[in-house]
């Protein structure tokens, strides 16, 4: 009998109720002249006799057919054979049969097949396979999920490439790869679309010989789920991705080698959406060539690189761990697309991943358009170990980049670095995050590298660095060949040592804002808290108490060009003053300013100078007063319109 399906049944069967008298009939009138009733326990116990007969047929229930039973009875007759090998020869078509297993030592299981005329289907090893010497073939009746083991994998290490391939190339979904050991001797290649692999417990895929990739998918919409690869030092890449529409989740990758180039743990090239997420990936490595930018050492745990000048469908990263990626430059996750700078967009958001001992970096980002937030990076590598580290999150050339929420180790270099490399970069955000840097070393002849930053900014424009805790580092926070940035609330955390400066400002900077940040330390100091060579800078609001024996600024001036303004900034030590300037340099010291900054953003520089500008570029509603007035000479000047050095207005004789 069907199960019940006019929608008046129910899912979970009801308990049954008492029984009443002995096993017996139905009947039209009984002793008391009423008829028998089935009941619903009856008729459920009908509906699971039928369903318990066809599971151990091996038959799957249709619910749309009426030929279940006769399938489950066919079944029920089948010829028994130990092997595939001894049933050819044997069989007629349409003979229903079974195996013990796929062949002596596979332990697939008992198997059921068909008898089928030659031809039915493309022989694979597992769906169909060809019976030579009868002129037939058998169809093997497979129900979801599907087996390796019914091509013929036969674990324990042996050879099983073809057996996979087959399996995987079947079209048949979801594939299971189950919880033994696998060698293959070639590169395994997907190639149908919507494929979905998963493997169960710790089931293991192991090269035994060199190969380039373990693993590879070319079609669209393909999942791979749970493997796990071991390279064993004799391949460079684990899985490689092609086309869009990917997921590559929960996979357990390690010991991957390249002996000539890089090393690659998931490397994908499709510029459409995916994921790549919740995978264990762990020791990486390559040979070097003692040269850095090149593909020779380049490690990475996941690679998501275009070919084109940029992505059209966005990419998640997160939730994986990653250890131990080597080489003389091991990124653990690098995202990149091939395009002049400033690079085309990447679309990746790049969070909540684990990661732990890189040579090179953490997070490597040359492509647009991209988030990193909520990730955690431990260094845990000797200085000898990690020559080459630059950063635990770089950003090279790429725009509209926010780096956020991230408890970030750079105790050997930088814990974020940008480079616009020439170019001068927009809409960069790092903001909230935990930064750790190291102190300078040049004495250390095991560390010749020199001086660490938390976070260095070199060629932005428009830049926010705001609200970050930063621990250590020669200095906290630096600036190079940027304009228009912001600065704002930053927390100097922790010293272990004294060192120079929390926010350090090069001369190649001009007009930025640094606010309300904020440095405490009963036993260290930074010598110089905010420390400015670059023009047009406002500073308010900034605070520092460090050891009061030590002498200190909480500002020190250079440059002479333009402004600065110096509002409310203080500091706790008794043998210092709050503000420190060059000699030569005057400056205006308000009470209260408004209206300061970059026309750009809502804001204008109001500044003092003898004449209207020549050099530098400014905005439409800047203001210079006269350094020098005299009756009859003008008050100041305006910008009417921006540029370099823009046109200047005037304001009127006194």
């Keep these: 009998m069907h199960p019940l399906q006019n929608g008046s ?16 009939y139905f009947t039209e009138s009984g002793d008391n002249n009423v008829p028998s009733y089935p009941g619903q326990d009856w008729f459920n116990d009908v509906i699971d006799e039928f369903l318990n007969l066809l599971e151990s047929s091996n038959v799957s229930f249709d619910p749309n057919s009426t030929l279940n039973l006769s399938k489950a009875i066919a079944f029920s007759g089948t010829s028994s054979f130990d092997y595939i090998s001894s049933v050819d020869g044997n069989v007629y078509e349409g003979q229903v049969i079974s195996v013990e297993d796929y062949a002596p030592g596979h332990l697939s299981g008992r198997l059921y097949f068909k008898v089928v005329s030659e031809g039915t289907g493309v022989a694979d090893g597992g769906r169909y396979i060809d019976l030579p010497l009868s002129g037939l073939q058998l169809k093997q009746n497979l129900s979801k999920p599907y087996n390796i083991k019914a091509w013929g994998a036969k674990g324990a290490y042996h050879d099983d490439t073809a057996s996979i391939n087959a399996a995987f190339n079947s079209g048949l979904t979801p594939m299971i790869v189950p919880d033994e050991r696998f060698g293959i001797s070639s590169t395994l290649t997907v190639t149908p679309d919507n494929v979905y692999i998963f493997g169960t417990g710790d089931c293991m895929i192991k090269p035994l010989n060199t ?38 989740c929960k996979n357990r990758i390690k010991n991957l080698y390249g002996t000539t180039g890089g090393c690659l743990g998931v490397s994908v090239s499709a510029l459409g959406k995916g994921n790549v997420e919740n995978n264990i990936i ?19 745990a996941i690679s998501i690189f275009a070919t084109e000048s940029s992505r059209t469908g966005r990419v998640i990263v997160s939730g994986n761990q ?39 970096r953490a997070i490597k980002v040359q492509s647009g358009n991209c988030n990193v937030y909520r990730n955690v990076y431990t260094h845990d590598l000797s200085e000898s170990e990690s020559p080459n580290f630059a950063a635990a999150v770089e950003i090279i050339g790429s725009e509209y980049v926010a780096v956020y929420n991230n408890d970030l180790d750079g105790i050997s270099g930088y814990a974020v670095s940008v480079i616009g490399s020439g170019h001068k970069l927009k809409g960069i955000s790092v903001y909230n995050n935990g930064l750790t840097a190291g102190y300078s070393r040049l004495g250390d002849p095991d560390w010749p590298k020199g001086t660490q930053i938390a976070c260095r900014m070199e060629d932005t424009t428009g830049a926010n660095v705001s609200f970050n805790e930063i621990t250590g580092g020669v200095a906290g926070i630096e600036w190079v060949k940027s304009d228009d940035f912001t600065c704002f609330g930053n927390k100097d955390a922790g010293l272990t040592q004294s060192s120079e400066f929390f926010v350090l400002v090069q001369q190649s900077c001009l007009n930025y804002r640094i606010g309300s940040n904020s440095g405490f330390s009963l036993d260290f100091v930074r010598e110089k808290f905010i420390y400015c060579s670059g023009a047009s800078p406002v500073i308010f609001d900034n605070h520092a108490r460090y050891n009061r024996s030590i002498a200190y600024n909480c500002v020190q001036l250079t440059s002479t060009a ?43 520089r109001i500044t003092f100078g003898s004449s209207a500008p020549l050099v530098l570029r400014w905005d439409r509603g800047d203001i210079v007063y006269n350094s020098q007035p005299s009756v009859g000479q003008p008050k100041g000047w305006q910008c009417t319109a921006s540029g370099t050095p823009g046109t200047w207005v005037s304001m009127g004789n006194l």
């Design 322 to 360: 990653i250890s131990n990626i080597l080489g003389e430059e091991g990124d653990a996750i690098h995202v990149a697309t091939t395009s002049p700078i400033p690079y085309g967009d990447g679309l990746a958001d790049i969070y909540g991943n684990v990661i732990q001992r890189c040579t090179r």
């Design 282 to 300: 762990d020791n990486l490595d390559a040979i070097n060539d003692s040269s850095l930018g090149n593909a020779v050492g380049a490690v990475r």
């Design 9 to 24: 049944q129910v899912t979970e069967r009801p308990a049954n109720k008492p029984t009443s008298g002995f096993p017996g």
């Design 562 to 604: 333009y402004g600065p303004y110096v509002h409310n900034c203080t500091s706790e030590c008794d043998l210092a003053p709050t503000l420190n300037a060059a000699p030569t340099f005057q400056f205006p010291n308000f009470g209260s300013i408004a209206n300061l900054g970059n026309g750009g953003s809502g804001w204008h």
């Design 211 to 248: 190969m380039s990739t373990m693993l590879s998918l070319e079609g669209e919409n393909q999942a791979v789920i749970g493997l796990g690869l071991d390279g064993d030092l004799k391949s460079p890449i684990g899985i490689n991705v092609t086309k869009d529409g990917f997921s590559v």
